[in-house]
């Protein structure tokens, strides 16, 4: 399976924006959904936004702050991030849905090409 990439995290301060950017292939890119989660030691992995050719969907707690966007020539997701919080710290992964129809789920385990994530810290 081959795996994604995600790069573009750091330290920001609160309020600020950062960009991330995932590098995948031809054949994970032509997965019917990708989208990106988050996890926090202790935590499970949490559903940030995902996005297919009708469009894209986010939790409450980033909507209206991050946008997931994709370049197919490229093979790059990126999500864009606004107006961060404290509690957007974590370590970030894209991922890839598995499945030849997506379904709608957020769940991971619907999800793979786990890359090795890219580290937001966000002081407060």
């Known amino acids: 399976q081959v795996q994604l990439v995600e790069s573009g995290g750091g330290l920001v301060q609160a309020g600020g924006s950062l960009r991330l950017s995932c590098v995948g292939s031809?054949?994970?890119?032509?997965?019917?959904?990708m989208a990106w989660f988050r996890q926090v030691p202790g935590k499970e992995r949490e559903f940030v936004a995902s996005i297919t050719p009708r469009g894209d969907a986010y939790p409450e707690s980033v909507k209206g702050r991050f946008t997931i966007s994709r370049d197919n020539a490229k093979h790059v997701l990126y999500l864009q991030m606004n107006s961060l919080k404290s509690e957007d710290t974590a370590v970030y992964y894209c991922?890839?849905?598995?499945?030849?129809?997506?379904?709608?789920?957020?769940?991971?385990?619907?999800?793979?090409?786990w890359g090795q994530g890219t580290q937001v810290t966000v002081s407060s």
């Open positions: 991922a890839a849905f598995q499945r030849k129809y997506y379904t709608g789920s957020v769940r991971d385990t619907d999800f793979g090409s």
């Open positions: 031809g054949d994970t890119f032509s997965s019917p959904a």
